[in-house]
């Protein structure tokens, strides 16, 4: 949102890396519907009035299709781990990156084998508990 601002205090427009809603969960984009509802309910009316229009009669339309795709490709995605969201939080590891680094063959693999114990490879949700 300060680039929001900012570009207002500056009379430029600018564009925001957002994602449909049925694809945004784990991703670095926000939802769009989110971003237009943070723009439209923002304290200072310059931004507010700077929201863009969309067509929510397309993107409801849109959803059941997406989240088929999203389902067909769910092994690819990151399965929601608290300590793992947790840890990247304080890490300041921008969003979507577990997603990002799961999707890097050999990754996963290469830290199971350097992160497990007594011969046993550490898996992806176990990386997040090893003590490095």
């Given amino acids: 949102m300060a680039a929001a601002l900012a570009a207002v205090e500056l009379d430029k427009d600018i564009t925001m890396d957002v994602q449909h809603p049925a694809l945004s969960g784990s991703t670095a984009q926000p939802s769009m519907n989110k971003m237009l509802n943070l723009i439209r309910n923002y304290p200072d009316e310059r931004v507010a009035t700077k ?8 993107i409801k339309a849109s959803m059941s299709s997406l989240y088929g795709l999203r389902f067909q490709y769910r092994d690819f995605e990151s399965r929601y781990n608290s300590e793992l969201v947790e840890a990247m939080y304080y890490a ?10 799961k999707s890097i063959p050999g990754l996963v693999e290469n830290l ?3 992160l497990g114990v007594n011969g046993h490879h550490a898996d992806w949700d176990q990386i997040p508990d090893c003590n490095i």
């Fill in 51 to 58: 929201s863009p229009q969309l067509n929510n009669d397309a």
């Fill in 92 to 101: 300041r590891t921008p969003g979507g990156a577990s997603a990002t680094l």
């Fill in 112 to 114: 199971g084998r350097l």
